[in-house]
């Protein structure tokens, strides 16, 4: 009877050694698993993480790429606008400036004969009968002059002035105020659209 229950006590023993042997297996598989799946995890996450941060440098990169050279096409668009602007400007004044002086060479080939005219109509007598004809020619003559831009020039009993006046000659000034003052006009002077055109010869006072 002892022994019966020596034996079966045995038995017991093996069983639960038996019965617990396999589930210590078990969960010492499932933890291994477990510990080789969380480097696999962190592994491929550190992975995407690199390529996408390699990914953004490379299109900041572009960008900043791209930036230079939209600086670049727009400083040549601004360069390029600029001389265009100063050529069109400078065109405009020449235009402006032929319209304006395009018949210079022509009326300065007519001052001679002007001058020709105001000397014989002076030289003529207050009662020749040409005389009013010569006066109303080159009145007409001047008026036509005038019309394309002619002014005489002012120079009598005004300040000497090389950008106006050209002197031939100097004389003693008869007063103290008339020193360094346009005394005699021996030559009329002409702008021609308020640029000159021929000096005044001048006598001045000194």
């Known amino acids: 009877m002892e022994q019966n229950e020596k034996e079966e006590k045995i038995e017991q023993e093996q069983n639960t050694v038996d019965t617990e042997k396999p589930l210590n297996d078990k969960d ?19 992975g995407r993480k690199k390529r996408i941060e390699r990914h953004n440098d490379e299109l900041n990169a572009k960008v900043e790429e791209m930036g230079h050279k939209l600086a670049e096409m727009n400083d040549k668009y601004m360069r390029i606008y600029s001389e265009y602007e100063n050529y069109r400007k400078r065109t405009s004044l ?29 030289n003529m007598a207050e ?16 008026n036509a002059l005038q019309q394309k831009g002619l002014k005489p020039m002012e120079a009598m009993g005004v300040k000497f002035d090389e950008n106006y006046h050209e002197a031939i000659t100097q004389i003693p000034a008869p007063t103290p105020e008339a020193k360094g003052t346009v005394i005699d006009v021996v030559k009329k002077g002409y702008f021609l659209n308020d640029e000159v055109l021929r000096f005044a010869q001048v006598v001045v006072a000194c």
């Open 94 to 122: 020449e235009k402006a400036g032929l319209i304006l002086n395009g018949g210079k060479d022509v009326i300065k080939l007519m001052l001679p004969i002007v001058d020709d005219m105001e000397r014989a109509i002076a």
């Open 28 to 46: 010492t598989t499932k933890e291994e698993t477990s510990t080789k799946q969380e480097p696999e995890e962190d592994h491929s996450r550190r």
């Open 127 to 142: 009662t020749d009968s040409a005389r009013e004809g010569m006066q109303l020619i080159l009145k007409n003559m001047l």
